[in-house]
Structure formats: C-alpha cells, structure tokens
C-alpha cells in the first residue's frame, strides 16, 4: 500500500483544516487506517485510527471533540477534519495502515504540514 497525504496548510487558532491521504496499491478496503503526528524535536505520536470498515475509531485525548476521522473506501481515501484548531496541533501529519490483525503500524505516508499560528 502507497500512502499519500496532502491538505494541510497555515491556519489560524480555532480555524480548520481537512488532510487527505489517498491510498494505492493492495485493496485499500481491509486496511485500518492512522493519522500520527510529529512536532519539531518531539516524538511522533498518535492521533486518530479508523477500523478497516470505519465502524470504529479511537483518538488522542487533546483531539477528542475536535478532530474526526472518517475514510471513502471506493475511493481509497482516509480524512481527517481538525476544528478549533490550537498551536500545538502544529506538526508534520502522517497517515498509516496496517492489516486488520497487524499490531505495528506498518505502511507510512510522506506526510503534511499543519502549522496554527496563535
């Protein structure tokens, strides 16, 4: 699978943004998918999953209520609608798949940048 996000950008605190990341490859469709996140001289860390058929998600305690997960099965894609944006939502964003019985994260997009300025 051949991960690629874009959508990111420059917005202000409490603005939105919506990422994509359009899949290639294997059936995208018995995948579950991932965003992580990585801020300047931080570690990556997680931020949203959505199960293969989207029936289930789970996210990082600072992003509940404000980001949602969502994906397009016919066409390949995973989402990721951020509201009320707030500086420390600035970071590279990484979308992620791996099969439904994998337990590591294993295909990785190249990447978006979200920067919120205050």
């Known amino acids: 699978v051949q991960l690629q996000a874009s959508g990111g950008g420059l917005v202000q605190a409490g603005g939105s943004l919506r990422p994509s990341c359009a899949a290639s490859?294997?059936?995208?469709?018995?995948?579950?998918l991932g965003w992580f996140r990585q801020a300047p001289g931080e570690e990556r860390e997680f931020v949203a999953a959505i199960s293969w058929a989207g029936g289930s998600t789970s996210y990082r305690d600072s992003v509940k209520g404000r980001f949602t997960v969502s994906r397009d099965n016919p066409k390949n894609t995973m989402y990721l609608q951020m509201n009320s944006l707030k500086p420390e939502d600035t970071a590279v964003y990484y979308c992620?798949?791996?099969?439904?019985?994998?337990?590591?994260?294993?295909?990785w997009g190249q990447g978006t940048q979200v920067t919120v300025s205050s």
């Open positions: 490859g294997r059936t995208f469709t018995y995948y579950n």
């Open positions: 992620t798949a791996k099969g439904a019985y994998d337990v590591k994260w294993i295909y």
